[in-house]
């Protein structure tokens, strides 16, 4: 579920974050089970974990609202809403709020974006264009801010596709994964190398959520991992020491494409992200 977005996915996905409704299971590598996404609404509350630092803020508040629908025929959809409010402790508060809507097809082959951010109520920047995929390049087009066209690198990787090979390597048995992603945030133009960090498989029934994935019979039997992934900036300058990443989201998947117990972490503060609804929706059946 980038510096404006709290959220990419991910959830970036961030960006940032992360989910998608297969009614047709997309196989996993080996001949394993299938990864079966199911579409879903959740709802999660903002509030300041820890703060220091050059630009530590003294409070946070807000709510994300991700709506995940589609199939495997039709694509995949997605409707996002951030909602921020950003105390800095000295008189100055800072209201964000950042609508998007993306499209991705079932072979993370074409993919389409629009978002809109505002901060005080005052529209920032606005961003509409669509990518597709051939064998040798991602072809980008804008249509806002301005009419552009660009070519990005061919192993460029969609939102979902993202969320679709980390439970495909976290059901595998691996802990790292590296690639870049690209999913149309900011100006449209901005491109991120990410660093996903798979960690111990949690079983069913071990570490039961107190949010609102408890009790939900669609959970009850899956297994899920803490998950975090860094994002860097493709086109920083590399100096003599480590890259920091721009930022870093932290959170609880299921296999099922479904997350939980976010933690965003922008080096100088964190924002935690308590999941307070969740509705899990029947997949919609391929024609």
Not at 7 to 24: D, E, N
Not at 157 to 180: C, K, M, N, W
Request: aromatic share 8%; proline share 5%.
């Amino acid at each position: 579920m980038a510096a404006t977005m709290l959220l990419r996915f991910v959830l970036g996905p961030a960006t940032i974050l992360v989910a998608a409704a297969l009614s047709v299971p997309v196989l996993a590598a080996g001949g394993a089970a299938p990864i079966a996404l199911v579409p879903h609404r959740a709802v999660y509350d903002l509030k300041l974990g820890q703060s220091h630092g050059q630009r530590a803020v003294e409070a946070v508040r807000g709510r994300i609202l991700y709506d995940f629908s589609g199939s495997a025929c039709d694509g995949y959809a997605l409707n996002f809403r951030q909602v921020s409010e950003l105390d800095n402790g000295e008189g100055k508060v800072s209201v964000s709020d950042l609508r998007a809507a993306t499209w991705e097809d079932a072979s993370a082959k074409s993919f389409r974006f629009n978002s809109q951010n505002f901060v005080n109520q005052d529209k920032v920047d606005s961003v509409d264009g669509r990518a597709e995929r051939s064998t040798d390049k991602l072809a980008v087009k804008l249509s806002k801010p301005k009419d552009e066209t660009f070519d990005l690198e061919a192993d460029m990787v969609f939102p979902t596709e993202h969320i679709r090979r980390t439970i495909e390597a976290a059901r595998a048995g691996q802990t790292i994964l590296d690639f870049p992603v690209y999913d149309g945030s900011e100006t449209g133009q901005k491109v991120y190398n990410t660093l996903t960090v798979i960690g111990r498989e949690i079983h069913p029934g071990e570490k039961s959520p107190t949010d609102a994935a408890a009790g939900k019979a669609a959970l009850k039997n899956l297994r899920r991992w803490p998950v975090t992934i860094s994002y860097f900036d493709k086109n920083a300058k590399e100096g003599s020491g480590e890259q920091t990443p721009v930022y870093s989201i932290g959170f609880e998947l299921y296999e099922n494409g479904i997350s939980r117990a976010l933690m965003l972490d922008y080096g100088d503060f964190t924002v935690i992200g308590n999941m307070t609804q969740l509705d899990i929706k029947d997949p919609t059946p391929c024609k």
